[in-house]
């Protein structure tokens, strides 16, 4: 195969140790480009519809929610909206990192055959980080031009979320690979999206303002990376500059080399079993 020609012999020897996640990243592309459209309906359409079904349905009702420290009204429509862009863009990271990296590392073997070339499960793993990370980007781009058309939001300031939900998805496409080293199967995956992605949702200021949670929850809402996405997104939709950005990237930042480090570590063993 065409794909298989890029990730064998001297093109890959001779790369740079810090670029050699670059063929796999190409490889995954390359893929991808024959069932983007489905792809880009499944990462994209349920965003959408919740937006639509509780944005301008809720949002009539509700007309606007306070926001920050401040108590700041803002319309309920723009609230949600930068919740669910950043929503997109880590379920697009997670699920990219879980269902279909376990795909190419336990199902079709893809890992083990691309690892006989000179790059190490390293670079594989750091292939399918940015990877994900990729996709989660691509879609949160789909979906902030479609609330463009909408006329949601036309901040100049949104073009820097795009950095922001990048960040984004390689944390949890980190995460989501140390979920990934462990399973057993597809199955698995359903106690992370249970027990971990959805609270972490909800407690994380997307459909509503964290304010209104009780003060524990508060504590640990603070705790949470998602949290620090949405205080990163939410001011620039409405052209604001976020509050303690440096606090927000520098959580965003741990979490991302921790998980890292751990799905290394786990993957690794995994592969020495």
């Not at 944005?55 to 309920?76: H, N, R």
């Not at 990729?134 to 949601?152: E, N, P, R």
């Amino acid at each position: 195969m065409k794909t298989s020609v890029q990730l064998t012999g001297k093109p890959a020897a001779f790369l740079p140790p810090a670029l050699r996640w670059w063929p796999i990243f190409l490889r995954n592309l390359l893929v991808w480009r024959k069932l983007a459209l489905p792809s880009l309906v499944g990462n994209v359409a349920e965003p959408l519809i919740t937006l639509v079904a509780f944005g301008y349905g809720l949002g009539a009702l509700i007309g606007t929610v306070p926001w920050g420290g401040s108590g700041q009204a803002v319309p309920y429509l723009v609230f949600l909206a930068s919740g669910s862009i950043c929503m997109s863009a880590i379920n697009a990271a997670t699920f990219e990192a879980m269902f279909s990296a376990f795909s190419r590392m336990h199902v079709q073997k893809t890992w083990e055959s691309i690892m006989n070339a000179p790059i190490d499960l390293r670079d594989v793993l750091r292939a399918e980080m940015l990877w994900a990370a990729f996709k989660a980007l691509f879609s949160a781009t789909v979906i902030l031009v479609v609330m463009a058309a909408l006329d949601i939001s036309r901040s100049p300031m949104l073009l820097l979320a795009w950095p922001v939900l990048l960040l984004a998805g390689v944390v949890f496409s980190s995460m989501a690979l140390i979920v990934n080293a462990l399973a057993k199967g597809y199955d698995f995956f359903t106690y992370y999206f249970t027990l971990v992605l959805t609270p972490m949702t909800f407690l994380s200021g997307v459909f509503f303002p964290r304010e209104n949670l009780p003060t524990w929850l508060l504590a640990v809402s603070e705790c949470l990376p998602l949290t620090h996405v949405v205080e990163l997104v939410r001011p620039l939709f409405l052209g604001q500059w976020p509050a303690r950005p440096w606090l927000h990237l520098a959580v965003l930042l741990v979490y991302g080399w921790v998980a890292w480090r751990i799905a290394l570590a786990l993957t690794r063993r995994r592969f020495r079993s």
